[in-house]
């Protein structure tokens, strides 16, 4: 009789940790939108592109840290992605005008590409068992999504006794502190025919099959609405409730301030998407993962509809925000065991870093179009429904892909 390999393995824990700190950190940075454009009298547009930046250097720099960590080692990657993440955040402490903002992004976006999803999930995969690679990568998903729910609400509560300069100086240290885990990380050799085959051999197998083109494509919109929401939601909120009688807020939702709601919705979004995310992992090794992907889409678009047209209340915040939130990164697990199932597990970093790269455009645009047409408007209406349009456009593409494995990656 078989035992049963345990889930929980080292790489498993210490992968959920480096993402943990990862994204919770990153979850953070609309929460300093306001505050850094009043004390500088910014336009709302100049640290909106300073994220926007951030999250396309996330993109750029993905695939490269997972063809880093495929040819040089995973803890390599890690490592100089720590790194460079730190320097960016330390840099940026010390900005006082929007063009080094944004410079120093480039920093941070790729030190969250070294640390990020695209070269742990890799990493887990490989240490993952078939039975249980489906649900390892949507726990790994998840603990972006625990970072989510402690991130902004700490540095909410930072920014209430420190400044957002000290604050992104502790955060630094954070990421650094990471380090000192990854001995215990240690992923297991692929076997001999996945290190005969090449990465450019593997490279253009994927770029002629139209279901990758088809998966890259789709990716955009979920960029385009985790970047948007990430960058704005809190702004939005605290602007849209701001005629709220805060007593009333307090009854409605347990908060007194709309700055705090802010926080409270980003946090909501982690905690529903947990639930989410492990659901879509359970799913994926039952059903086929293009037709969940296209209901996620679908489930996305008919939600941001009903909240946009009805009024925004407090009430209507947090039910919202745990309605995308139960569907923010259920696409992760399924679009890299999709790159997996299709393709193969020796060069996934680097093929789901390219289709990432898809899902930063989509975040570089939602978060660089918020900001400069709620210049020009006043609001984000008009951008909230152009993340409805592309949302419905990726569940349709979903549909086509064909996910049937290659001969090679069957034998």
């Known amino acids: 009789m078989q035992q049963k390999t345990s889930i929980f393995t080292p790489v498993l824990v210490v992968g959920c940790i480096i993402i943990l700190v990862s994204f919770g950190i990153r979850s953070t940075f609309g929460v300093f939108q306001i505050p850094i454009a009043q004390?500088?009298?910014?336009?709302r547009s100049e640290f909106s592109m300073a994220i926007a930046i951030q999250?396309?250097?996330w993109g750029i720099g993905q695939p490269i840290f997972g063809a880093m960590a495929?040819?040089?080692g995973d803890r390599r990657a890690i490592v100089l992605?720590?790194?460079?993440?730190a320097a960016g955040l330390v840099l940026s402490s010390m900005a006082v005008?929007?063009?080094a903002h944004q410079l120093y992004e480039i920093l941070v976006g790729f030190g969250i590409a070294g640390t990020g999803l695209g070269v742990i999930l890799a990493v887990v995969g490989r240490a993952s068992t078939d039975e249980n690679r489906s649900m390892s990568l949507a726990i790994v998903t998840v603990a972006g999504s625990v970072g989510q729910i402690f991130g902004p609400p700490l540095a909410e509560w930072m920014l209430s006794f420190t400044s957002w300069q000290n604050t992104f100086l502790v955060f630094a240290a954070a990421v650094l502190t990471t380090l000192l885990l990854l001995p215990l990380m240690r992923a297991p050799a692929v076997n001999k025919a996945q290190l005969e085959e090449s990465m450019g051999k593997i490279l253009m197998r994927a770029f002629r099959d139209p279901s990758y083109t088809l998966i890259f494509l789709g990716f955009f919109s979920c960029g385009y609405q985790l970047g948007f929401i990430t960058a704005h939601f809190p702004a939005l909120i605290t602007e849209a409730c701001a005629a709220i009688d805060p007593s009333s807020m307090l009854a409605s939702v347990g908060v007194s301030t709309t700055s705090a709601l802010g926080a409270v919705a980003i946090?909501?979004?982690?905690l529903a998407n947990i639930v989410g995310t492990l659901t879509a992992g359970w799913a994926g090794k039952r059903f086929q993962k293009k037709y969940l992907l296209a209901g996620i889409y679908t489930?996305?678009?008919?939600?941001?509809?009903?909240?946009?047209?009805?009024p925004i209340t407090p009430l209507s915040v947090v039910i919202f925000s745990a309605a995308m939130g139960s569907m923010w990164l259920a696409t992760v697990p399924l679009t890299s065991g999709l790159v997996a199932h299709l393709y193969g597990l020796r060069f996934m970093g680097?093929?789901?870093g390219i289709v990432f790269f898809s899902h930063q455009l989509g975040s570089f645009l939602g978060v660089w179009l918020g900001g400069r047409m709620y210049d020009l408007y006043g609001d984000y209406t008009a951008v909230w429904w152009i993340g409805i349009a592309v949302g419905a456009f990726s569940a349709i593409v979903h549909l086509p892909i064909r996910e049937i494995r290659t001969d090679h990656v069957a034998a």
Do not use: D, M, Q
């Not at 004390?39 to 336009?43: K, M, S």
């Not at 992605?81 to 993440?85: D, F, H, R």
């Open 97 to 99: 005008r929007p063009e």
């Open 81 to 85: 992605g720590a790194i460079t993440y």
């Open 55 to 57: 999250n396309l250097a």
């Open 39 to 43: 004390e500088f009298g910014w336009l």
């Open 267 to 270: 946090s909501v979004i982690g």
């Open 350 to 352: 680097t093929l789901y």
């Open 299 to 310: 489930g996305r678009t008919v939600a941001s509809i009903v909240f946009i047209l009805l």
């Open 70 to 72: 495929e040819k040089l």
